[in-house]
């Protein structure tokens, strides 16, 4: 997702719905490619005879879920919180809190729900997440600036972005199962 390298929100948010035990899910991406050629394989005549691979049997899918991000900020009001305190200690603890910082991690999205069949939007939820981060720059200490984190993984789970991101769709999630007269 953009600026941050984080993959396709899709495969997690598959995962939350199916979890959620609220809606069942059909699988149309690489899944679906790979029973596309089971099919081939069978019409080839080459699968076991007796296979039940005839047409038909796919489940419709009924409705669909489009994830959006509109927001997500990875310094949504941080501040260098030590610099106005640094300024009013003397000597090293003033450079000592001149490193300390605040980092506002923020998010929000939106899930909509879409009927397959009549093109009618069923449900739109909005979702958001924020989080503040307390950091101490160790540069400040040693009277020099530290360049970039370096380069971060791109995942949900691995970076405080893509883990703010990850709630905001929880959050957008829940209140559409709301909507939808779900617990």
Do not use: C, H, P, W
């Given at each position: 997702m953009g600026t941050y390298g984080l993959p396709s929100p899709v495969p997690i948010l598959k995962l939350l719905?199916?979890?959620s035990q609220c809606f069942q899910v059909v699988d149309r991406g690489a899944a679906s490619e790979a029973l596309q050629r089971e099919r081939a394989l069978a019409a080839q005549g080459e699968l076991q005879e007796g296979s039940n691979m005839g047409g038909g049997q796919?489940?419709?899918?009924?409705?669909?879920i489009t994830p959006n991000l509109l927001f997500q900020?990875?310094?949504?009001?941080?501040?260098k919180l030590g610099a106005a305190l640094g300024a009013l200690l003397p000597g090293g603890f003033g450079a000592v809190a001149g490193g300390i910082s605040t980092q506002n991690l923020?998010?929000?999205?939106?899930?909509?729900?879409?009927?397959v069949r009549t093109g009618v939007q069923e449900a739109v939820s909005e979702?958001?997440?924020r989080k503040a981060?307390?950091?101490?720059?160790?540069?400040?200490?040693?009277?020099?600036g530290l360049v970039g984190a370096g380069g971060r993984g791109g995942s949900y789970t691995s970076t405080d972005i893509g883990k703010i991101v990850m709630a905001a769709f929880v959050d957008g999630l829940?209140?559409?199962?709301?909507?939808?007269?779900?617990?």
């Open positions: 719905m199916a979890r796919m489940v419709a899918a009924d409705y669909l900020d990875r310094n949504a009001g941080g501040s923020e998010a929000q999205v939106l899930l909509t729900l879409t009927n979702g958001s997440a981060d307390i950091g101490f720059d160790f540069g400040a200490l040693l009277g020099v829940n209140k559409m199962v709301g909507q939808l007269g779900g617990a």
